[in-house]
C-alpha cells in the first residue's frame, strides 16, 4: 500500500486519512489496529471518553514503528477543563498510550464553565509548551467558537477543528472560516454512520472506477483543500477499502454531483455537549 499523503498547515503535518477508534472497545482495537498499522495507516485517532487509550498503547508499543512515522491525537474530556484538570488528564492520557507526547490534542466538545472557554485554552497552550503534545486543536466547535479559540490563541495557534463532514453535511460557512485561519478540517464521521455506503449517486460515480460509495465519499473528502478524515471500523475488510482511495481521482462533474447530496443533516448532536450549531 502506498503511503498516505500528509496535510501541511500552520505547523502541522497529518496524514491525511486516519483511523478512528470512536465506539472500538479494547479487544477490537487489539484486534483490528495491528492489522490497520500492516494496510500503512499512521494517524490513529483516539480520546479519553473512548476508553480505548490504554489499548491503543499497547498495539503502538508492540508494533515497533518508529515513533517519527506515527500521527496520535488524542482528547480531552469536557469533565477535565479545569486547567490543573487538563494538564493532569494528559499525562494520564500519555501514561496510557506509553507515549512522551501526543501529536495532537484536542478540547473533545465546547462545553465550557461560567468562566468560559479561555482557562481552558490556555492550559490546551500550556500542554504544548511543556512538551505533551506537538500541536493543539478543537473539536466540534461552531464557527463563533472557533472565531473565539483563534483570537485568544493567536494566529497559527490551531491546527485544526475536528467536526462532523460528510457529503450530507455540507458547512460551506464553517469551511470558510477554516480556510482563512488554515485550519485543517478532520472530518469524523465521514460516511455518515454509514448511511453513505448506499447511496445511489455514489454507487454510480463508484461505477466508473471500480469503486464502492464508501471509498468515493472518502475520496471526496480528502480531494478537498486542508480536509482530513477519520473513518473508524471494526472490519479489515473496511480497514483495507477505506486505505484504497489514491490511485483514483474524482472528476469536477462527479464532485459536482457529490455537493449536491447536501441535506444539512447531522448524525452526532448530542444533548448535552452540541453547541447551537450553525445554521
Known amino acids: 500500500m502506498d503511503p498516505v499523503p500528509t496535510l501541511a498547515a500552520n505547523g502541522l503535518n497529518m496524514p491525511t486519512l486516519g483511523f478512528g477508534t470512536f465506539r472500538l472497545d479494547d479487544e477490537t482495537v487489539g484486534r483490528i489496529l495491528p492489522e490497520a498499522l500492516a494496510l500503512g495507516y499512521r494517524h490513529i485517532d483516539t480520546a479519553q471518553i473512548y476508553g480505548n487509550e490504554a489499548a491503543v498503547g499497547r498495539v503502538i508499543a508492540g508494533a515497533g514503528l518508529p515513533r517519527e512515522q506515527l500521527f496520535v491525537t488524542t482528547k480531552v474530556w469536557v469533565d477535565r477543563y479545569q486547567p490543573a484538570a487538563l494538564i493532569e488528564s494528559v499525562h494520564q492520557s500519555l501514561e496510557r498510550l506509553q507515549l512522551d507526547q501526543v501529536d495532537l490534542l484536542l478540547l473533545h466538545w465546547p462545553v465550557f464553565a461560567q468562566a468560559g472557554m479561555n482557562p481552558t485554552l490556555e492550559a490546551l497552550m500550556l500542554a504544548r509548551a511543556s512538551g505533551l503534545t506537538r500541536h493543539i486543536g478543537i473539536s466540534n466547535f461552531t464557527i463563533d467558537q472557533t472565531e473565539q479559540a483563534v483570537s485568544f490563541c493567536g494566529a497559527d495557534s490551531l491546527a485544526t477543528n475536528q467536526i462532523e463532514y460528510h457529503a450530507y453535511l455540507a458547512q460551506p460557512r464553517l469551511r470558510r472560516v477554516l480556510g482563512r485561519h488554515n485550519l485543517v478540517l478532520t472530518a469524523h464521521t465521514p460516511l455518515a454512520r454509514a448511511e453513505l455506503v448506499n447511496d445511489p449517486v455514489l ?3 463508484g461505477s466508473q472506477y471500480g469503486k464502492t460509495a464508501a471509498q468515493v465519499a472518502l475520496r471526496w473528502l480528502i480531494e ?22 489514491f490511485k483514483f481521482s474524482l472528476s469536477a462533474e462527479d464532485r459536482e454531483r457529490i455537493a449536491a447530496l447536501d441535506r444539512a443533516q447531522r448524525y452526532v448532536n448530542p444533548e448535552e455537549l452540541a453547541p447551537d450549531w450553525d445554521k
Open 203 to 205: 454507487w454510480d460515480i
Open 224 to 245: 478537498q483543500d486542508r480536509v482530513a478524515a477519520i473513518p473508524a471500523t471494526a472490519s479489515p475488510h473496511h480497514a483495507k477499502a477505506n486505505i484504497d482511495l
